[in-house]
């Protein structure tokens, strides 16, 4: 079994930075605004605790929300078609 990583990678995360896009999704109801989805890529992108992050996602197998530039509440195949820039459910 393999422990989780720490978490004081956070302090350096760049979505801090940005409080106000969705990271945890649109409202209920309300379209994603695309501009806000470019927006947090690029964050993400550019982050530098990127691998940290995508690292920690996968081990702590999150569900929700926007992190390391992909949706994780969608399916596998849905983050691929995400990525790739295909609609967001
Ligand atoms: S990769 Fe994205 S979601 Fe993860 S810490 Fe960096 S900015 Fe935040």
Do not use: K
Request: include cysteine; aromatic fraction near 6%.
């Amino acid at each position: 079994m393999t422990a989780l990583i720490g978490l004081g990678w956070m302090d350096e995360a760049a979505c801090l930075t940005v409080p106000e896009l969705p990271w945890i999704g649109p409202r209920r109801g309300q379209p994603l605004d695309p501009g806000a989805l470019e927006q947090m890529t690029q964050t993400c992108d550019h982050c530098p605790v990127l691998n940290q992050c995508r690292h920690y996602v996968d081990q702590a197998a999150v569900s929700a929300g926007f992190w390391a530039g992909a949706w994780r509440h969608l399916s596998p195949d849905a983050r691929v078609e995400d990525a790739a820039g295909g609609q967001v459910a």
